[in-house]
C-alpha cells in the first residue's frame, strides 16, 4: 500500500469507501454548516439520524475546516431546508434574512409547544393555543414543531452514547492516590 501525500492539505477522516478526506491545511473556513445547524435548532442526534451517520462524523462534516463534497452540502441544505449558499463561506457575511428568520420563528414555536405542554392554569394554556394557532398560520410549517426537550432525547438502538465516542481508561477507577 503506497502512501498519499495531498499538497498542503490535512487528513480529515477517512469516508465511507475507505478514502481520506482531505481538511483544509490553513485556518480559513470552507463552510459554516455547524452555525446553521445551531441556528436551525436542529441537534447533533437529528442531524445524524437525517443523514444517517454517525455522531462522529457529523462532528467532523460540521468542522468548518472540514473540505466537503457537493453531494454531502447538499444533503445538509435538505436537513437543514436552507439555501445552499446559506451554508459557504462569503466574506463572513450573515446568513441571509429569511433562513436567520426561520431560525427565530422555530425557537418561539418551540416555546410556545413547551408552554402548551406544561401550562397548567387553563387561561395559560389558551394563550399558548392561541399562540401557535397564530404562528403556524403565518408559518404552516412550523406544524410539526415540537416542545424544546426537557431532559433529553431517547436513543434508538442504534445510536451509541458520547461514552462510546469517548471511552473511559481501565484503571481510570483503581485508586492512584497511593
Not at 466537503?68 to 445538509?76: C, E, F, G, M, Q
Request: proline share 5%.
Amino acid at each position: 500500500m503506497s502512501n498519499v501525500e495531498y499538497n498542503n492539505v490535512e487528513t480529515g477522516g477517512v469516508d465511507v469507501s475507505g478514502g481520506i478526506m482531505p481538511m483544509s491545511s490553513n485556518s480559513r473556513p470552507l463552510h459554516r454548516v455547524r452555525d446553521v445547524r445551531q441556528q436551525q435548532g436542529v441537534s447533533l442526534r437529528s442531524a445524524a439520524r437525517k443523514l444517517d451517520l454517525a455522531v462522529h462524523e457529523i462532528r467532523l462534516q460540521e468542522d468548518p475546516r472540514h473540505d466537503l463534497k457537493v453531494s454531502d452540502l447538499l444533503r445538509w441544505q435538505q436537513v437543514l431546508e436552507v439555501p445552499l449558499s446559506d451554508l459557504l463561506i462569503d466574506n463572513d457575511a450573515p446568513l441571509s434574512e429569511p433562513v436567520c428568520k426561520r431560525a427565530s420563528m422555530l425557537r418561539v414555536m418551540k416555546t410556545a409547544r413547551a408552554i402548551q405542554d406544561t401550562a397548567h392554569d387553563p387561561s395559560v394554556r389558551r394563550m399558548a393555543n392561541m399562540l401557535v394557532a397564530q404562528l403556524v398560520d403565518m408559518m404552516p410549517e412550523l406544524e410539526e414543531v415540537a416542545a424544546w426537550h426537557t431532559v433529553g432525547q431517547r436513543r434508538t438502538q442504534e445510536e451509541i452514547g458520547r461514552i462510546a465516542e469517548r471511552p473511559i481508561s481501565d484503571n481510570f477507577f483503581s485508586d492512584n492516590s497511593h
